[in-house]
């Protein structure tokens, strides 16, 4: 018998098309080598297409789903993704509040077809409950401009947009800028906890199939601080991770498809 992985614990809600959600992140944390397991908080109909249909999970169900896990097996980080409303944004920050493992949160605010995924009243709560619960958070430029109401255009708006969400209460933040315009080719995020300024850039690949990239993202940060991994060295290996499985990834259906999450194995 061989001893256990580290543990990783997502907290989010389901695509039926396995390319977003909790299926990847539990690809992401396969790949990554650790053991993930899964709170899921919402239920969608989803394709390649979109999001043709949400169901939210009761507080009660989000709480016994985590408690589950985190009493028996235990937790070595976490992860959250999709909460949906403000109901589940502060049970599950009042969970991660009582678990003392570190925290990567994902603000979901809309898909990659820019369907809704959270209440818009449930936007101060991530503010004021969420995010100062979190070890890394790894907001995009959408998310940035739900949060904070600043539109990044440049690099020195990103550096803007990371001071504005630290003033939240995360440790870290990660500002995923895969959606600024393209500089010399490159897709630059930016992470930062105040003092330590560090820019993660990597070749923008000619590839529309990436759906499910931030929950990619965020997975491979946990499975990293899972590992033991301190922050930077979780988000560069995060970043090398996800801009391969990017670079992979394939057509599904008739729309956008997924990024490869095995794409080291693929090779």
């Not at 009493?71 to 049970?91: F, R, Y």
């Not at 907001?139 to 003033?167: F, H, K, W, Y």
């Not at 499985?245 to 693929?266: E, K, R, S, T």
Request: with cysteine; proline share 4%; charged share 20%.
């Amino acid at each position: 018998m061989s001893d256990a992985p580290p543990l990783c614990l997502t907290v989010a809600g389901s695509d039926s098309g396995g390319g977003a959600g909790i299926q990847a992140d539990l690809k992401t944390m396969l790949a990554l080598g650790v053991h993930g397991m899964s709170v899921v908080t919402a239920v969608t109909a989803q394709n390649s297409l979109g999001v043709h249909g949400v169901w939210e999970l009761p507080a009660e169900a989000v709480t016994a789903q985590y408690r589950a896990v985190a009493d028996d097996i235990g937790v070595q980080a976490v992860k959250t993704g999709m909460l949906a409303s403000a109901a589940l944004v502060e049970t599950v920050a009042e969970l991660l509040a009582g678990t003392g493992a570190p925290a990567v949160v994902d603000p979901v605010g809309v898909s990659k077809h820019g369907d809704a995924l959270l209440a818009a009243s449930a936007l101060d709560a991530v503010r004021r409950e969420l995010l100062p619960r979190a070890t890394v958070a790894t907001p995009n430029l959408n998310e940035v401009r739900q949060l904070t109401g600043l539109d990044v255009e440049s690099e020195d708006d990103m550096r803007r947009a990371a001071d504005a969400v630290l003033g939240y209460g995360p440790e870290w933040v990660l500002v995923k800028g895969g959606h600024l315009a393209a500089h010399g080719g490159e897709a630059a995020d930016l992470l930062t906890d105040g003092d330590t300024l560090l820019w993660l850039r990597a070749p923008r690949h000619d590839n529309r199939h990436t759906h499910g990239t931030g929950c990619t993202l965020a997975s491979a940060v946990a499975a990293g601080l899972a590992k033991g991994q301190d922050v930077p060295q979780a988000v560069m290996e995060a970043k090398e991770y996800v801009t391969g499985a990017i670079a992979a990834g394939f057509a599904l259906g008739g729309g956008i498809g997924p990024v490869d999450h095995a794409w080291q194995w693929n090779r």
